[in-house]
DNA sequence: TTTAGGG
DNA sequence: CCCTAAA
């Protein structure tokens, strides 16, 4: 954090040049530390991912024979040897650690469906699954090198109780790079002819570098302990690190990339980055993504019968933590070659046995009642899928991800929309933390992933098949609120509702910056599977995903008097739906005056630098605000005292505004030679007297 | 991402 | 504060 130092202030002795050059943007960018950096995991993208590889079977092959075949990635089957994988992997790393990006490796798919024998030690992250539950034999670390349409990753944990064989297909590639931070656990059950089928679970932790390393048998660096509890409990979930997620895309024979990096701070919901971030996705991109989406659920003649909330766009947003495009990408993706219909869906939400509690009032305005909703909250998402089995292939078609419970609360002058957003974000925080996907049998746990979709009876009793999302949820979960607690902190209390052992932890300490998630608890999100065993159409097939699961959502501490002073006419509803106006926080006297220091000194071009110098770390004052905050400055100062409001600003702190307005108004917030040679040096005393 | 302005 | 065109 820079420190809000003063390397030179003119004060009254005029101004000055700029006593901070202004360095190119780069290297300045790279000067000042981008703390907030983080990203989320989109949750679809696992859910697609989920599903993809569900349905992955017959298409996988088709998709393999595209265009971008020549990015598959060819993984020799049995024993490939280390170094020919090191080899290969050497670009793809390269790319990735030094561009962050999605790469494009240059492996050739080859057709011989070959395999990858990987032997990690994964005792750590065995230990860690049985420890805490979790039905995962294994966990694999993945980068995209190993999901593959049509490639088959062998992986098998040296663990002896708990390896892991199975087999990895991916009709499309899915990187997730989450800086150590975030994992993502999915679990596909697939049967693959006669081999055996198993189920595979894949964990995709760690940065790509570790992913790549697993490959390279530096595999100690990938274990990440699993702190998910099946049990329901409240946690937050942690949107922490980069995920990136990438998408074969047929049309540019690359694979889309979905950074969530240093650009995609972390999800924040009171960060303001965060709220940016999440109204840009929501609002611009969302829309503009929205028509592809719509088209295809419209093509598909069963979507519109099975998914109840087509109508309703706002569930849509639950995709916020993903780029439109690469969610664009995605949905053509699956269009092309999985006719799995990509629609995500989030229910209106269903509160249910409201409990008005008296609240104290906004002291400016209207009295604020909270209102705590203690219910369900269901969002859905639609998949569409199918289930069929043939040829040993078993398919399985997921109707539904239930979120069982979600428990919110928040004023009840707080507007529907609000309301609307915040189980939205609630349902996205819990699908955006690590997800784990376990599969059920007869409502019991299949915990050996070594065995076959045969051996465990899922070929045969896919009626009773399900499968749950298990967030990954570290009690040591913490998502930094800085200061920024406005969206973060719950109320008044934040109760935890009946919530098993796990209560969400809220660590509100670190600052900075990183992504914080959305206070999320998810516990067991069951997830209902349909499964049907009857070959479908070619055509796509429908699936429902209902994610239920059981939330704590701490809701925003609201400024009650935002959301009440909020009209309910249909554009501040329709608004609402898209974001969240930032809480009005006016400015202090002494961030008034912090300001005028920074821009006497900086300039009023500078913005970047005048907050960096006085409001780094102020995460709440971008420098839009600033440069906003200037030029009401400005303007309160040329108007009679009798019409300012809200807090006086001393007279002399708008004096300065004024000599540095004109000042630099001059100067063009540059530097220009000739201005200053005759500005600086000169007391702001006679600016004052030239200029006001 | 920043800057610069209008809303 | 928000939204955005430009850069």
Known sequence: MVSKKRLYYGGFDGFRAPVVPKAPRSLRRNSHKKSSEGSEICPFELLAAVAGKLLQESESSASSTGPEGKEQISIPKDGVKQELLDVKLKPLRLEYLDQGCCAESGFVHEHSDPELKIEPLLTDLLQSDNDSGLEHASTVTTSDILKEVGTNVKLEASNGKH??????????????????????????????????????????????????????????????PFYSDPVP??????????????????????????????KMRAFRLQSRAGYRRIRKILTAKYWKAAPKLKDYELSNPTSGGVNPFDHNRKSMYMRKSCQAEAASKRRKLLHHSSKCDYVQEASSESISNLQERSASGDKKRSPAASKRARG??????????????????????????????????????????????????????????????????????????????????????????????????????????????????????????????ATPIMDLGISNSLGDPPPATSLDNQVEMNLESKPLPDEVSTEEIVVDSKALVPIPAMNVEALSIVPLNYKQSKRSELSQRRTRRPFSVSEVEALVEAVETLGTGRWRDVKIRAFDDANHRTYVDLKDKWKTLVHTASIS??????????????????????????????????HESERVGTPVKVCLELES
């Open 233 to 262: 409990s409240a946690c937050f979930l942690k949107h922490k690190g980069n995920v990136k997620i990438g998408i074969r895309d047929d049309d540019e024979n690359s694979f889309s990339c979905n950074h969530h990096s240093t």
């Open 163 to 224: 390896g892991v064989d199975g087999t990895l297909r991916h009709g499309e590639l899915c990187d997730v790079n989450m800086d150590n931070r975030a994992e993502l656990h999915t679990e596909a059950v697939e049967k693959q002819s006669e081999d055996l089928t198993a189920v595979k679970t894949c964990s995709f932790r760690d940065t790509v570098k570790s992913s790549v390393s697993v490959l390279n048998k530096s595999y100690s660096s990938v274990h990440v």
């Open 376 to 501: 369900v909250t269901s969002s859905v998402i639609n998949h569409k899928g199918s289930f069929q089995s043939k040829d040993g292939h078993v398919k399985l078609s997921i109707k539904s991800f239930k979120v069982p419970e979600l428990y919110v609360e928040m004023p009840e002058t707080s507007t529907v929309g609000s309301l609307k957003r915040t189980i939205m974000e609630a349902v996205t925080a819990i699908l955006g933390g690590e997800l784990h996907v376990g599969v059920l049998l007869q409502g019991k746990k299949v915990r050996d992933d070594n065995r076959t979709l045969q051996q465990t009876g899922i070929s045969l009793n896919s009626d009773t098949l399900g499968f749950m999302l298990e967030p990954s949820l570290p009690q040591a979960s913490q998502f930094l609120v800085q200061e920024e607690l406005p969206l973060l902190l719950p109320c008044d209390t934040h109760q935890s509702p009946a919530r098993g052992p």
């Open 641 to 674: 005292p009798q019409q300012r409001r809200g807090e006086p600003v001393p007279q002399d702190l708008l004096d300065r505004v004024l000599a540095a307005h004109a000042f630099w108004s001059e100067h063009q917030s540059k530097q220009h030679g000739k």
